[in-house]
């Protein structure tokens, strides 16, 4: 019979973090930023990859995340 350590409930929510470096701060930064309110954050899922572009250049990048965390019981 499985414990309650073993059965695991999800909830998802989506997250759009955003860089000027790169694709890897930008996640780092909805994370960390998520992590302030969010509790028992567990995975993530990159669904979109998205860029803005001025003059030429990559100004920012923006992607958007769906992550999973277990709810409090």
Known sequence: MPTP??????KILDLVGSSESSIEDAIKNAITRASKTIREMKWFEVV?????????????????????FTLEG
């Open 5 to 10: 350590e073993s059965e695991h409930v999800y």
């Open 48 to 68: 979109q990859t998205r860029g803005h572009i001025e003059n030429g250049t990559v100004r920012h990048y923006q992607v958007t995340l769906r992550v999973g």
